[in-house]
């Protein structure tokens, strides 16, 4: 047993060579070097500073909803987070740990009434998943509900403000200023039971009419602002338009790439933005049907499909 092993079961609960894989919803993923569990905040937090200060690699691991990982594994310590607090707070406000399903602040904020969450139902990850990627559905997202992020950087525990947390169209600094996300807190509104329950039906039967069978990242590619459009405005759905948001599913759906294989990965049938495993595909198979997608929807759109899925590689 290694001094590091020892060390990594001070903050939790560790392990060896655990294929990464069954953590992901892509079901995509070799080996960890060392997995760590990790079900409390300060000991996260703990955990970073000593990583850091002693030099050692690290990687991540939350919901696993938006992530492909690389088949040969991590050579690296990987820690999945695994604090899972939800609670209500004063003035409407719900309090999450990074750890915890958003389905879970989605919940309560149905059992207390509360309006703006709605967008939620259905969606998959953590909460630290959710507000590093600003994550959001039917043209509304995570940063808009936010009162504040808590977050560790740099040896430091701090209190971040959504204007100072660099948000935009699903990323947000958290991806890029080594800083990780611990919490966050809810602001909501008093609704009326009747609307948000219908909201959120509508959303849910949107969201699962053509999501896939088969395991996947959600969708892959990032949806593309109206301005990217190069041809007449009246060839849109109106729906479009009114989001400003050109789906980038139906851009790979117009160049007629459903089921375009290669190895275990395809485009779904039901839904162009959604790369499917449907035979234990690799990432490289994933990369290959990421890459045609890429290509034929610029040569006939001109318009650049970037991944939203976080890909990782060695």
């Not at 948000?196 to 602002?225: C, E, H, V, W």
Request: aromatic share 10%; charged share 20%; proline share 4%.
């Amino acid at each position: 047993m290694d001094e590091l092993y020892k060390k990594l079961q001070n903050f939790g609960h560790a392990k060896t060579n655990i294929p990464l894989g069954k953590f992901t919803t892509f079901k995509i993923g070799g080996p960890a070097k060392y997995l760590v569990e990790v079900t409390d905040s300060e000991k996260l937090g703990e955990l970073l500073t000593y990583l850091t200060g002693a030099g050692e690699d690290y990687f991540i691991l939350a919901g696993g909803s938006n992530l492909l990982l690389p088949d040969a594994g991590l050579d690296k310590v990987v820690i999945q987070v695994k604090t899972t607090k939800v609670e209500l707070l004063p003035d409407n406000q719900i309090f999450a740990e990074a750890g915890a399903q958003l389905a879970a602040v989605v919940a309560l904020a149905l059992r207390n009434t509360f309006t703006g969450m709605e967008w939620g139902i259905g969606v998959p990850g953590s909460v630290g998943g959710a507000v590093r990627g600003n994550a959001g559905a039917m043209g509304q997202d995570t940063w808009h509900v936010l009162v504040s992020v808590r977050a560790w950087q740099n040896s430091e525990v701090r209190d971040w403000k959504p204007d100072e947390c660099g948000f935009a169209y699903r990323t947000s600094d958290f991806k890029t200023n080594g800083a990780l996300v611990l919490s966050a807190i809810y602001q909501l509104t008093p609704g009326e039971r009747v609307k948000i329950t219908t909201a959120m039906q509508t959303y849910l039967k949107q969201r699962t009419g053509r999501y896939p069978s088969f395991p996947s990242a959600g969708s892959f590619f990032k949806n593309n602002d109206l301005d990217k459009w190069k041809g007449d405005l009246k060839d849109l759905p109106p729906l479009f338009i009114e989001r400003k948001k050109i789906p980038t599913g139906w851009l790979i759906e117009q160049c007629k790439l459903t089921s375009y294989t290669v190895g275990g990965a395809k485009i779904s049938d039901e839904h162009g933005n959604f790369l499917i495993n449907f035979n234990n595909a690799t990432q490289a198979d994933v990369l290959a049907v990421m890459e045609k997608a890429q290509t034929e929807v610029y040569n006939r759109f001109g318009i650049n499909l970037e991944p939203e899925v976080e890909i990782v590689k060695n």
